[in-house]
C-alpha cells in the first residue's frame, strides 16, 4: 500500500469522528499549554531577577556597615562602621579594583521653579558612575577635586530633570535639595525601571562631602559612609576581590579570629547566580507539573485508539483480506496517533503562547516565551503519538483477518 493512501486512511478516519477526535486530541492540548505557559512565565521571572539584580551594576561589591543579614538589615543603616578611609584603602590595597566610590544617601525633597519632588539623593565620589555603569546624557560629572571640596554641585537623573524642568535645559539651574542650595552641572542617561519595580533615573548624586555637611548631618558622623561600591574589572577577579576586600576590612577594623565582622560583602554576581538557580528550579518545577496533564492526554489517546481497534475489526480483517499487510495496518493506526497528537501539539502551542502574552499584558506578570517552545512541544507531542499509538496499532496488525471478518 502507498503511504498517501496510508496519509489518507488516517485522516479520513480522524475526520469521520470529529467530536471523538477533538475530546481525545484535548488532553494534548491541555497538557501543551500548560507546560508553555507555566514555562513562559517561570523564564518571565528569571529575566525580572536577572534585570533587577544587573540593574545595580556588573562585577559589583557592595559593602555596607553592620552585622545583620540581607537587604533589611543594609536599609537600616544602623552601625556606621565604615568610612573614607576603608575605601581608600581599598582603592590602594586590593588588585584588581577598577573603581571605588563611597556613598551616603536618603530621601530628600527638591525644589526648582515652583516644582518640588521627592527623591533619593546619593552623596557619591566621582567613581560612582564607573561602578554602577552609569554615564552622562549632557553636562559632566564632578571631579575629585569639587567632590573633596564639598562643591554645592548636583547631577540629576532623567525622571527629576523632566519633574523639575519640563521642556527646559537644566544645566546652569539652580536646585535646592533639603534647604541648601545647588547648582546642577549634569543630567544622567536614563536607566529606566529596575526589575524591582524602583525608577532608576530618580535619583540626584551630589559630592560625598556636600552631601555629609548639607544633607545628611545628624545621620552622618565624620567620614563615615552608609554604602561602599567596588568594582571588579571583570567576573573572574570578583570573588577574589571579594575575599580580599574581607580580609582588608577584618585587619583594619581589629577584628579577633573567629568573631563576627561589623560590615557586610554583597556579591553582585552570586546574588544572580543565586536567584537564576531559584528561579530555573521553580520554572522546571512548573513545567514538570503541567507535563502530567500532556502524559494524562497520552492515556486518553491511547484508550480511544483501542476502542477504534475494536470498533474498526471488520474493516482491518477486509484491508487484510484484500492485501494490505501488517505493517500496512500498524503504520496506519500510528499515523492517526501521531496525527491526534500532532494536531492537539499545535493548538496547545497557540493556547499557550497567546495565554503567556495575555498574562504578561493584563496581568503585569513576567513572561517569557522561548525559542524553543514551538520545535520542543511539537516533537514532544509526536513523541507522546509514537509511544500511546504503539500498543493500539500493534493490536491492530496482529487481528487474524479470518477471525476479524467474521465478527459483527
Do not use: C
Not at 51 to 80: D, E, K, Y
Not at 108 to 119: D, I, L, M, Y
Request: no cysteine; proline share 3%; net charge neutral.
Amino acid at each position: 500500500m502507498k503511504t498517501g493512501d496510508l496519509f489518507r486512511f488516517s485522516l479520513g478516519a480522524i475526520v469521520a469522528h470529529p467530536m471523538r477526535s477533538a475530546l481525545t486530541a484535548l488532553g494534548v492540548v491541555i497538557g501543551v499549554a500548560a507546560v508553555v505557559m507555566m514555562t513562559a512565565i517561570g523564564l518571565g521571572a528569571q529575566q525580572q531577577v536577572t534585570s533587577a539584580i544587573s540593574g545595580l551594576g556588573s562585577n559589583l561589591l557592595v559593602v555596607t556597615p553592620g552585622a545583620g543579614r540581607g537587604f533589611a538589615a543594609q536599609a537600616a543603616g544602623s552601625g556606621m562602621g565604615l568610612s573614607d578611609r576603608d575605601a581608600a584603602a581599598i582603592r590602594q590595597q586590593v588588585e584588581g579594583v577598577v573603581a571605588v566610590s563611597p556613598a551616603v544617601r536618603g530621601g530628600q525633597q527638591v525644589v526648582a521653579q515652583g516644582a518640588n519632588w521627592n527623591t533619593r539623593v546619593e552623596g557619591v565620589t566621582q567613581d560612582y558612575l564607573a561602578a554602577r555603569d552609569l554615564s552622562i546624557a549632557s553636562g559632566r560629572m564632578f571631579d575629585d577635586r569639587e567632590a573633596q571640596q564639598g562643591r554645592k554641585i548636583a547631577v540629576l537623573g532623567q525622571t527629576v530633570a523632566d519633574e523639575l524642568f519640563p521642556g527646559l535645559d537644566p544645566i546652569g539651574q539652580r536646585v535646592r535639595i533639603g534647604t541648601a542650595p545647588f547648582e546642577v552641572i549634569g543630567v544622567l542617561a536614563s536607566k529606566g525601571q529596575s526589575g524591582f519595580g524602583q525608577d532608576q533615573d530618580d535619583i540626584v548624586l551630589t559630592p560625598l562631602q556636600a552631601a555629609r555637611s548639607r544633607l545628611f548631618g545628624r545621620r552622618v558622623k565624620g567620614d563615615n559612609v552608609q554604602q561602599i561600591y567596588v568594582k571588579a574589572a571583570d567576573e573572574d577577579a570578583l570573588y577574589a576581590m571579594e575575599d580580599d576586600v574581607k580580609a582588608l576590612l577584618r585587619e583594619r577594623h581589629r577584628i579577633a579570629p573567629g568573631a563576627d565582622d561589623d560590615f557586610q560583602v554583597q556579591n553582585m554576581a552570586s546574588i544572580l547566580e543565586a536567584g537564576q538557580q531559584a528561579t530555573q528550579t521553580f520554572t522546571v518545577l512548573l513545567a514538570a507539573v503541567a507535563a502530567v496533564s500532556l502524559l494524562v492526554g497520552g492515556v486518553g489517546i491511547m484508550n480511544i485508539m483501542l476502542v477504534s481497534v475494536t470498533e474498526r475489526t471488520r474493516e482491518i480483517g477486509l484491508r487484510m483480506a484484500l492485501g494490505a499487510r501488517r505493517s500496512d495496518v500498524l503504520m496506519q493506526f500510528a499515523l492517526e496517533s501521531v496525527a491526534l497528537s500532532l494536531g492537539g501539539g499545535l493548538i496547545g502551542l497557540l493556547i499557550g503562547v497567546s495565554g503567556a502574552l495575555l498574562l504578561a499584558r493584563v496581568g503585569q506578570w513576567p513572561a517569557a516565551v522561548p525559542a524553543w517552545a514551538a520545535p520542543v512541544s511539537l516533537g514532544f507531542s509526536v513523541l507522546v503519538g509514537v509511544v500511546f499509538g504503539a500498543y493500539p496499532a500493534w493490536r491492530a496488525a496482529r487481528l487474524d483477518p479470518i477471525e476479524a471478518l467474521r465478527r459483527e
